[in-house]
T-cell receptor, first 113, second 114 residues
């Protein structure tokens, strides 16, 4: 079953604005990852945050994790047209004897020039 | 010097046919995956191999059979294709067993079954 749910499903902003995407999940996790997918391309890893971490930064990206609320957020500051893509959260949990990533349905971000 | 490559990029075929998708990674990773992405962009894992050994086999029809001839290759063979198999199939790899490491994705194979 689907583990992560992104919110909103679609987001449209002007270049230079900040974009915030949220992810909620249902069961305990080991870590949470964010990926970007440009149209017609494969997913690209953005950032990994472990369950004992609360915040992580990478360039213009800031990810927070609240395990008590089972939620994470991805903030992209000073957005650019090139940030237009789908953004997915993925949670790491056990499936049988192996850990696997379970992806959410994604947020489609459109940055208008 | 593509990290994870897949062939073909597009595959159009008729119902009932058998087809294969090939995947190769040059990252030296131990673990490889196949994912299926549907028309709503929902991405679901199908299989995972670690050191050529199958470690994750999600609820997938047995018409789908993965094969890993070596650590760098993971192919997907699909028998008796059905309309519902139409999707984008992604190969991915990671340094270690899934979930603990970032995954590197191939460009995808868009399969259309008519």
């Amino acid at each position: 079953s689907q583990q992560g749910e992104e919110d909103p499903q679609a987001l449209s902003i002007q270049e230079g604005e900040n974009a915030t995407m949220n992810c909620s999940y249902k069961t305990s996790i080991n870590n949470l990852q964010w990926y970007r997918q440009n149209s017609g391309r494969g997913l690209v890893h953005l950032i990994l945050i472990r369950s004992n971490e609360r915040e992580k930064h990478s360039g213009r990206l800031r990810v927070t994790l609240d395990t008590s609320k089972k939620s994470s957020s991805l903030l992209i500051t000073a957005s650019r047209a090139a940030d237009t893509a789908s953004y997915f959260c993925a949670t790491s949990r056990y499936s049988g004897s192996a850990r696997q990533l379970t992806f959410g349905s994604g947020t489609q971000l459109t940055v208008l020039p | 010097d593509t990290a994870v490559s897949q062939t073909p990029k597009y595959l159009v075929t008729q119902m009932g046919n058998d087809k294969s998708i090939k995947c190769e990674q040059n990252l030296g990773h131990d673990t490889m995956y196949w994912y299926k992405q549907d028309s709503k962009k929902f991405l679901k894992i199908m299989f995972s191999y670690n050191n050529k050994e199958l470690i994750i086999n999600e609820t997938v029809p047995n018409r789908f059979s993965p094969k890993s001839p070596d650590k760098a290759h993971l192919n997907l063979h699909i028998n008796s294709l059905e309309l519902g198999d139409s999707a984008v199939y992604f190969c991915a790899s990671s340094q270690g067993v899934g979930g603990e490491y970032e995954q590197y994705f191939g460009p995808g194979t868009r399969l259309t079954v008519t």
